[in-house]
């Protein structure tokens, strides 16, 4: 094995690529001369990135969508001839509210973006993945997976079950040759996160205090654990879910860090 992570010539596709980490990934997998193709919902913003980025293809659609789901995998297959990875980033926050304010269907649109666009994602690239004996999948779940957090009913039981889709996902595809893990971002300038501060959502201040690091981490840094998990280095990792969060799951005092 040489000193690159390998992912020169690997087919990916990677969903939500028109914004944020999954734009990011699809950089640092362009530096790594990957054949990228790309999906969002948001088409007019991906077509400029795809051919920014050289991708082969790229498909709008909606993760919750099966057929979309299926169609992008397929377009991927001819246009790449194949497949042997998929970052799939596609994702939207919730509103931020108290249990009792929460409208039903808006939870049950945040669950079905975030859980079940996962698992038909997943599900697509690993048809073309299992017969070939051969792929790695990295989903994104977040820290507000791992630990509790008030306001977030929908968003952060919904990325709990994609940490655990990973774990299930990879006791059924590793045998096949198949790999799958999650990346668990904590606080990352996207403009998702840009969008909550400014809605008074987040508090960036007390975000910094209370992450050991003392900082927001940077789409890059997600990228680059991303683009690790889905190469050859991580060859013997299954089913984790990695917490990219400057610390943020480790602490567990009370307030600021610094005033420990
Ligand atoms: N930014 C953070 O701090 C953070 C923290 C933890 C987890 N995450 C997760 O990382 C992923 C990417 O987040 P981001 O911050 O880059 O967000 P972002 O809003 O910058 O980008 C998300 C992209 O997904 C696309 N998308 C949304 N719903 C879609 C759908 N149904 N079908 C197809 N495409 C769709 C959007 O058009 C957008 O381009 C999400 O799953 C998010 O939950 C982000």
Not at 248 to 253: D, I, P, S
Request: proline share 3%; hydrophobic share 45%.
């Amino acid at each position: 094995m040489t000193n690159s992570l390998g992912l020169a010539g690997k087919r990916v596709l990677v969903t939500g690529a028109a914004s944020g980490i999954g734009l990011e990934t699809a950089r640092v997998l362009a530096e790594e001369q990957a054949v990228l193709i790309l999906m969002d919902r948001d088409e007019a913003m991906l077509a400029g990135i795809a051919r920014e980025l050289g991708a082969v293809a790229s498909a709008g659609g909606d993760v919750t969508r099966e057929e979309d789901c299926d169609a992008m995998v397929a377009k991927a297959a001819v246009a790449a001839g194949g497949l042997d990875g998929l970052v799939h980033c596609a994702g939207i926050s919730d509103r931020v509210a108290k249990a009792f304010d929460i409208d039903i269907d808006e939870w049950q649109h945040i669950v079905d973006v975030t859980l079940r666009g996962t698992f038909l994602a997943c599900r697509a690239a690993a048809r073309i993945m299992v017969p070939q004996q051969r792929g790695s999948i990295v989903a994104m779940s977040s820290i507000r997976g791992l630990i509790g957090s008030p306001r977030r009913h929908a968003y952060g039981p919904a990325k709990t079950a994609v940490a655990m889709m990973a774990k299930n996902l990879a006791c059924e595809w590793s045998l096949s040759g198949v790999r799958i893990n999650a990346v668990a971002p904590g606080f990352i300038r996207t403009p998702m996160t840009d969008r909550l501060i400014a809605e008074g959502k987040l508090d960036e201040g007390l975000l910094i205090d209370r992450t050991p690091m003392g900082r927001l981490g940077s789409p890059l840094e997600i990228a680059r654990a991303t683009a690790f998990l889905l190469s050859d280095w991580s060859s013997y990792i299954t089913g984790v879910t990695l917490p990219v969060d400057g610390g943020w799951v480790a602490y567990g005092g009370a307030g600021p860090v610094e005033a420990h």
